[in-house]
């Protein structure tokens, strides 16, 4: 009786994990969980943004993809002002804004306009093309004043003169015909600005009316030499011309002589004839 019930457990416990194998075969696979999407990276200083733009702290590459800006963004770099400007974007809350002279500009001046600029020079004419700050063309129209440039410092030389012009502006370096429109937007996102100008913009302290370099002192007369003096003298007093009043004098001289000689003699005789009657 005991062998029989425990054969019927048996039964009953294989049948019942058949029964379960045979379930878990005929259920659907579960479905595998979506892979969560990935954060966005954030963009790498210098890295084009999503759209394509060149990032607002980089003004070489918003300068080369305008284009007509080659001269320009070479004398930037070979300055490594543009080094400096880019370090001023990213740590700057009063960000820049750039006059930038288009390559016709450039091709426009006098020949041999740059060559006599030292580095140093060279420097500070583009940061001349740089103000300290950020502004759009209606802030630059209400200007009443003189604006430094990263040139100038604080209070330094080294500024423009701007003034509305219409719809415009128009920027003055000082130099004599050297005055500009800003003629196109090239960036207006904060912390960058940038302007086309149709001039190269000239600071007045390089190109400027230079002051009269002054004429060199006339050179000391060399003083005579002494023994010149003395030899002069000697010579004087050896070769003084003998008057007529001397030559005069020397014959009444001579004539008193020989008159005075004539005496003598007589009396010589006349004192022989007396000691001779004495004796």
């Not at 006098?110 to 004419?125: F, H, R, V």
């Amino acid at each position: 009786m005991a062998s029989a019930s425990r054969i019927l457990l048996v039964a009953f416990l294989l049948a019942t994990a058949s029964t379960m194998a045979a379930a878990q075969k005929a259920a659907p696979a579960p479905a595998k969980a979506k892979a969560a999407p990935a954060a966005p990276v954030a963009d790498a200083p210098g890295a084009a943004t999503a759209d394509g733009k060149p990032p607002p702290t980089d003004p070489i590459a918003i300068l080369k993809k305008a284009g007509g800006f080659n001269t320009f963004c070479d004398l930037l770099e070979q300055s490594r002002v543009d080094t400096q400007l880019k370090a001023q974007l990213t740590d700057s809350y009063n960000g820049l804004t750039i006059f930038a002279p288009t390559d016709a500009a450039f091709d426009a001046l006098k020949a041999g306009t740059l060559n006599g600029l030292s580095n140093q020079d060279q420097i500070q004419m583009m940061l001349y093309c740089v103000l300290p700050r950020f502004y759009s063309l209606s802030m630059l129209g209400t200007i009443k004043d003189k604006v430094n440039t990263q040139a100038s410092g604080h209070s330094g030389p080294y500024k423009y003169s701007i003034k509305p012009s219409g719809n415009n502006v128009n920027v003055s370096t000082g130099v004599k015909g050297n005055n500009m429109l800003l003629n196109s937007v090239v960036s207006k996102d904060f912390p960058l600005s940038i302007y086309s100008v149709d001039k190269v913009p000239l600071p007045y302290e390089l190109f400027g009316p230079q002051p009269p370099t002054p004429a060199p002192a006339p050179a000391p007369a060399p003083a005579p030499a002494k023994s010149k003096k003395k030899k002069k003298k000697a010579a004087d007093i050896a070769e003084e011309p003998t008057s007529d009043d001397d030559t005069t004098s020397d014959e009444n001289k001579n004539a008193a002589s020989s008159l005075t000689g004539r005496w003598v003699a007589a009396l010589g005789v006349l004192a022989a004839a007396v000691l001779g009657g004495a004796f």
